[in-house]
């Protein structure tokens, strides 16, 4: 059964997140050191909540894997990935593992 992994990126008073330095520099990190055992990548940049409600979220990125097997071999190489989070946020990330279902 495939599974994902979803780095959430909450938005809260005083934090900061670099989008072009994610989307240009992280995400190409996630791909060299993680890249060989993802399956799909999606990244959804926060724009809103609800109608006229600012977004609760910088961005989440949802990364599906072949299995279980798989998301562990990309987590043993997510060393240089997690080491990079200074450089474009001063968020802690939340993180959510699950089975894809839908």
């Known amino acids: 059964m495939s599974v994902s992994?979803?780095?959430?990126?909450?938005?809260?008073?005083?934090t900061t997140f670099d989008y072009?330095?994610?989307s240009q520099t992280h995400i190409k990190l996630v791909a060299e050191h993680m890249?060989?055992?993802?399956?799909?990548t999606l990244v959804t940049k926060?724009?809103?909540?609800?109608?006229d409600l600012p977004p609760p979220f910088y961005a989440i990125a949802t990364?599906?894997?072949a299995d279980?097997?798989?998301?562990?071999?990309a987590l043993k190489g997510?060393?240089?990935v997690m080491a990079d989070l200074p450089n474009f946020?001063?968020?802690?990330?939340?993180?959510?593992?699950?089975d894809v279902i839908g």
């Open 20 to 22: 072009g330095y994610y």
């Open 5 to 14: 992994l979803q780095v959430i990126y909450p938005i809260s008073e005083g």
């Open 46 to 51: 926060g724009v809103a909540g609800g109608p």
């Open 63 to 65: 990364i599906t894997f």
């Open 89 to 98: 946020t001063n968020v802690q990330p939340q993180m959510l593992i699950g």
């Open 78 to 80: 997510a060393g240089p």
């Open 35 to 40: 890249g060989p055992h993802i399956e799909k």
């Open 68 to 73: 279980q097997a798989a998301m562990g071999a």
